[in-house]
């Protein structure tokens, strides 16, 4: 079956900073795009990075120059290192891939189970 486990999250003051790791289940194929999202209480949730296998990003413009999104392939493990962080970054941060889990399967999407940041004034 597979997995995504996020780890990292926790409380932080504003300004301070905090490290995600997201791990896919050992028993896959391969990994494809991988990304953290985010969700605040009463919003929707919103795309905050992205990375593909080869290492190009993309990041919400309210990350820009704050957070970034990395990748270890040989481990099928993406980070979010998340710097001078502000109130409003308080979410519940979701890792989400794009799994092959045989060589033989569609790319499938799967999310992770929410790791909390809340970051205080």
């Known amino acids: 079956q597979v997995q995504l486990v996020e780890s990292g999250g926790g409380l932080v003051q504003a300004g301070g900073s905090l490290r995600l790791s997201c791990a896919a289940s050992?028993?896959?194929?391969?990994?494809?795009?991988m990304a953290w999202y985010r969700q605040a209480p009463g919003k929707q949730r919103e795309l905050v990075a992205r990375?593909?296998?080869?290492?190009?990003?993309h990041y919400a413009d309210s990350v820009k120059g704050r957070f970034t999104i990395s990748r270890d392939n040989a481990k099928n493990t993406a980070y979010l290192q998340m710097s001078s962080l502000k109130p409003e970054d308080t979410a519940i941060y979701y890792c989400?891939?794009?799994?092959?889990?045989?060589?033989?399967?569609?790319?499938?999407?799967?999310w992770g189970q929410g790791t909390q940041v809340t970051v205080s004034a």
């Open positions: 050992r028993n896959i194929f391969s990994v494809n795009i």
């Open positions: 989400n891939a794009d799994i092959r889990s045989s060589g033989f399967s569609p790319l499938t999407n799967y």
């Open positions: 990375i593909d296998p080869g290492g190009s990003t």
